[in-house]
C-alpha cells in the first residue's frame, strides 16, 4: 500500500465519463489544477447514442469543445411522439431550428468520451488522467479528502487532496461510501435493448422519434451524416415491459439476441419507417434495464461530493443523462473558482444542482414529456383520425413546455453563443 503519495492538485476527480472529464475541463479553464483517476486500463468508444440539449452545447461551447463534437454529430431538428400504429402525436422543432442560440446534437457516447478525453490530454497532459485505479474507499479528515484506490496492476494507492469529486456513474463506491444503506439501483419494469444500425435516412435525416407508450416502446434516431452510400448511423432503443422481483444486470456492454424483444415490433413497419428492418440490421445488441437511483438528501460530505449519474442517475426519458452531467460539471468548477477547493464550494455546487437534477429524476419516473404516448395511448388505444379529438394541442404544448422549464432548457434559460 503507498500512503499519500500526491497532494499536488486543487481537485481530484473519480471517473473519467462525460461528468469527470467535463469537470477537468472546466476547472483547468479557470486556473484550478486536477486530476482524473478512472478505473477502466483503457478508454474505449462504448455504448451507443445520447442526446446533448442546447443548454449542455452552450457550456461545452464555453469549454471549445462544442464544434468538434457537432462534426462528429447529427444536429437533431426535430422530436415527434407517435402512437404504436405509427400515427402522429406530437411534434416538434429541436436545437437551432426552435430558435435556440446552441444546437440540439445526437452522438455516439463512446466517441464523444473520447474527444472529451483527447481535449483533457491536450490542454492538462497526459498526466491528468490515470488509468486502472478503481475507487474503493473516500473520507474527510482535518486535512481535507482522503481516496484510495485499487490498482488493477495490484496493490493499492492512497491519494490525498483538498477535495475530491466522485464522477464514477451510477453504480458509485464513493455515494456508498458516504451514504451507505441507500439501497440497490431502482429497477423501473421495463428492459430497454439498444443498437446502432446503418440505414437510409428516415424522415429527413434529422428527426429522433419515439412510437408506442411506457409498455412498449421504439425510440430512434441518426447519429452520423449519411455516408458515401447515403447510409446514416440510426440509434435505437426498444423498450418492454418486463416484471422482475429482483434488479436485473446492470451492465453497459451485456451483449444479446434479437430474440429476446424482436416479436412484439414485428408488425410495426410505418409508411415512415420500418422497425423490423432497423433491429434486423443491428451488428450488436445491447440489454439494459430502466434504472435509476433515488435522489439524495445530500451529496457533499466535507470535502468530498458527487457528480453526474453518481449524484442523480435517472432514466433515460428527455434525453438529460449526459446534459446534466455537463450542467453540474460547470457549476462546480464555478463554485471551486469562487470559494477556493474547499468544503463550502462542494457545497455551493450542491445548492445550485441538487433540487433541480431531483425534480428531473422524479419527473421521468412520471415518462417526463413522453406522457403524451401514454395518454393516446389511454385515451385512444386502437388510433385516431384527429389527434386534436383526443389531445388537444394545448394539452401537448404544456406537456412539452413544463417539462423543458423543468429540466432548465426552456428558450429563456439557456445561455447563448
Ligand atoms: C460503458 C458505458 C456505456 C454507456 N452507454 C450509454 C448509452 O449507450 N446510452 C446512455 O444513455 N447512457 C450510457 N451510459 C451512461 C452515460 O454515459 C451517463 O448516464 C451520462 O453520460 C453521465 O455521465 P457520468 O460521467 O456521470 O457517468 P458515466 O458515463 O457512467 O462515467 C462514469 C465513469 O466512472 C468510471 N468509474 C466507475 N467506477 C469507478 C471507480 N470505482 N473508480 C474510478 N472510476 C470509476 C467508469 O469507468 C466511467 O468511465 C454509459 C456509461 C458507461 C460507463
Not at 488522467?129 to 496493490?155: K, N, P, S
Not at 393516446?376 to 423543458?404: N, T
Request: aromatic share 6%; charged share 20%; net charge negative.
Amino acid at each position: 500500500m503507498s500512503d499519500g503519495s500526491r497532494n499536488d492538485v486543487d481537485v481530484l476527480i473519480v471517473g473519467a465519463g462525460m461528468g469527470g472529464l467535463t469537470t477537468a475541463l472546466a476547472l483547468h479553464q479557470r486556473g484550478i489544477s486536477c486530476r482524473i483517476h478512472e478505473s477502466v486500463r483503457e478508454l474505449r468508444p462504448l455504448g451507443v447514442g445520447i442526446n446533448l440539449l442546447p443548454h449542455a452545447m452552450a457550456l461545452l461551447d464555453q469549454l471549445g469543445v462544442a464544434d468538434a463534437a457537432a462534426a462528429i454529430a447529427v444536429q437533431t431538428a426535430e422530436l415527434a411522439y407517435y402512437n404504436r400504429h405509427g400515427q402522429l402525436i406530437w411534434s416538434e422543432p429541436r436545437g437551432r431550428l426552435a430558435g435556440y442560440p446552441a444546437p440540439q446534437l445526437s452522438i455516439h457516447r463512446g466517441y464523444l468520451q473520447l474527444l472529451l478525453r483527447d481535449a483533457v490530454v491536450e490542454r492538462l497532459g497526459a498526466d491528468a488522467i490515470v488509468m486502472g485505479q478503481a475507487l474503493t474507499d473516500v473520507a474527510t479528515d482535518a486535512d481535507g479528502a482522503v481516496a484510495t484506490f485499487a490498482l488493477r496492476d495490484g496493490g493499492s494507492a492512497t491519494v490525498r487532496a483538498p477535495i475530491v469529486v466522485a464522477a464514477d456513474g451510477i453504480h458509485s463506491v464513493a455515494r456508498e461510501r458516504l451514504y451507505p444503506g441507500q439501497g440497490a439501483v431502482g429497477y423501473g419494469g421495463r428492459m430497454l435493448w439498444r443498437a446502432t444500425t446503418q440505414a437510409a435516412p428516415y424522415l429527413g435525416g434529422r428527426t429522433m422519434i419515439m412510437a408506442g407508450h411506457s409498455r412498449q416502446k421504439f425510440v430512434c434516431y441518426p447519429i452520423t451524416e449519411p455516408d458515401a452510400a447515403g447510409l446514416q448511423t440510426i440509434n435505437w432503443i426498444a423498450e418492454l415491459a418486463v416484471e422482475r422481483d429482483t434488479p436485473p444486470a446492470q451492465d453497459w456492454s451485456r451483449r444479446v439476441e434479437t430474440s429476446l424483444f424482436r416479436e412484439p415490433f414485428a408488425d410495426w413497419r410505418f409508411p415512415w419507417l420500418d422497425v423490423p428492418a432497423l433491429i434486423d440490421g443491428a451488428e450488436a445488441v445491447y440489454e439494459y434495464p430502466l434504472t435509476d437511483r433515488e435522489p439524495l438528501e445530500r451529496w457533499t460530505d466535507g470535502c468530498v461530493t458527487l457528480l453526474g449519474d453518481a449524484a442523480h442517475a435517472m432514466y433515460p426519458i428527455g434525453s438529460n443523462g449526459a446534459s446534466q452531467s455537463i450542467l453540474d460539471a460547470l457549476a462546480l468548477a464555478t463554485a471551486v473558482a469562487e470559494h477556493g477547493a474547499t468544503a463550502a464550494a462542494l457545497l455551493a455546487y450542491e445548492v445550485e444542482r441538487r433540487e433541480p437534477t431531483t425534480r428531473i429524476v422524479l419527473a421521468n419516473r412520471g415518462n417526463g414529456p413522453e406522457q403524451v404516448m401514454e395518454l393516446a395511448e389511454q385515451r385512444a388505444p386502437e388510433g385516431f383520425d384527429d389527434i386534436e379529438q383526443v389531445i388537444p394541442r394545448v394539452e401537448l404544448e404544456e406537456i412539452a413546455a413544463q417539462y423543458k422549464q423543468l429540466a432548465g432548457f426552456a428558450i429563456n434559460q439557456v445561455e447563448g453563443k
